[in-house]
């Protein structure tokens, strides 16, 4: 992109601003902030103005998950049709690894975490032991698509290179990085965190598909035949990934996509939980649970909203493409956004100062025709570590990797 057409482009979309430091940069930095300017979609900015409207829900009401007892009367049969899709090469994984370990003391990408005692035992290391526990159930490899961000990509591609990929096969393994969106003030104007660059942010957990498309990962999907895509977050240690019995329960139950999902252990536990949403399959996050629905019962008596997701899905692939072309609502989140001041000085605000932009997983799940709620126990699939101590965090993921087997 040339100056002019960076200029012609911000004066569309009222962003004149983002150049006041353009004479003093260097030539390197200059063309940065051009190929920044140009990969920007600032079509999405004038949208904080009507976001209270983005933000409304539809009517929602119960759906029912596959509870335990019914998974374990047909595993045998859900196995045998999920180890059949994983043979003919049709199921793939996508980890979402943007995430830095920030929280837990560390400034490394996340998955590079330590979660050993006695030995070094990676976050990485402990998913991809979840996966080698598949390709020797299936005797078969699937595909693995690892989403950093421009923070920690170089960071997780060395490091995943080093440790030869802790046993998994490298030509299944595909890296892309997360596309990102601007973060503006209360007016949608764009912030700058240096003289040279815009402010942004990862575009949301619900960017993962149009990050790998734009990646041309696609083409791989296609070519390999993929048909569905188990996508999941990198920081809980216990899940299972591309589990023969959840694709094909999945698959058996004609369903476009499937959720794994755990009985909550309060009423306000801070997970969101699987519903229906104006009759269409969705998520309703836990601070929008009211007390009418937190309390509301199903038929047996049980909590009507009784199952919280852990971000592991499975989506059938032809309906990711179709959604992804007609494009994923938008939700604006209020953040507190380091920024230049008029001085050209940096502030890092104590309180909240503008918006980012975000798709989110939810989204994706609600513009499908089906969903799949299938339960998992808590204590052998769900350990996220999300803080150093307490509530999941390192030390409550340690104990469920030792319930598990895990030495650590």
């Not at 976001?51 to 045998?80: C, D, H, W, Y």
């Not at 890092?348 to 932009?357: A, L, M, Y």
């Not at 989204?363 to 150093?388: G, T, W």
Request: hydrophobic fraction near 40%; charge should be negative; include cysteine.
């Amino acid at each position: 992109m040339t100056l002019t057409e960076a200029k012609q482009k911000l004066a569309k979309y009222g962003q004149e601003h983002v150049l006041k430091y353009y004479d003093e940069l260097s030539d390197a930095q200059k063309e940065a902030l051009l190929a920044q300017i140009d990969a920007t979609d600032m079509s999405i900015l004038a949208s904080c103005k009507n976001r209270e409207e983005l933000a409304k829900k539809g009517v929602i009401t119960p759906l029912a998950a596959m509870q335990l007892p019914e998974i374990e009367a047909n595993k045998a049969s859900f196995t045998a049709t999920g180890i059949e899709a994983i043979k003919a090469g049709k199921v793939g994984a996508v980890l979402l690894a943007g995430g830095m370990g920030t929280r837990l003391g560390s400034d490394n990408p996340k998955g590079m975490y330590n979660v050993g005692i006695t030995r070094d035992l990676y976050i990485f290391e402990c998913l991809v032991n979840n996966m080698l526990d598949v390709v020797k159930q299936a005797d078969a490899w699937f595909h693995l698509f690892v989403m950093t961000s421009d923070k920690n990509h170089e960071a997780t591609v060395s490091f995943l290179k080093e440790h030869d990929y802790f046993g998994y096969k490298a030509e299944y393994i595909h890296f892309f990085m997360q596309e990102m969106a601007a973060a503006t003030d209360y007016d949608g104007k764009i912030y700058l965190e240096e003289k040279g660059k815009l402010s942004t942010s990862p575009n949301g957990n619900g960017g993962w598909f149009v990050s790998m498309q734009k990646a041309g990962l696609l083409d791989l999907v296609k070519s390999e035949g993929i048909e569905w895509l188990n996508v999941f977050a990198v920081d809980n240690v216990c899940q299972r990934i591309c589990d023969p019995a959840f694709v094909g329960a999945t698959i058996q139950k004609n369903c476009v996509v499937g959720a794994k999902v755990v009985k909550k252990n309060a009423p306000d536990e801070k997970v969101g939980v699987m519903c229906l949403e104006d009759g269409r399959p969705s998520i309703v996050e836990y601070y929008e649970l009211t007390d009418e629905l937190m309390n509301a019962k199903d038929a047996n008596g049980d909590p009507a909203y009784y199952f919280g997701v852990i971000l592991n899905y499975l989506f059938r692939v032809p309906e990711l493409i179709e959604i992804v072309e007609n494009s994923l609502p938008l939700h604006i989140v209020e953040k507190k956004i380091p920024y230049l001041n008029e001085a050209g000085e940096l502030v890092k605000p104590e309180s909240p100062n503008g918006f980012k932009f975000e798709n989110l997983v939810l989204d994706m799940i609600h513009q499908m025709s089906s969903c799949l709620p299938y339960e998992v126990v808590r204590e052998y699939e769900f350990a996220p570590i999300k803080n150093k101590t307490g509530i999941d965090s390192v030390e409550s993921a340690r104990a469920l990797l030792q319930k598990n087997g895990v030495v650590l």
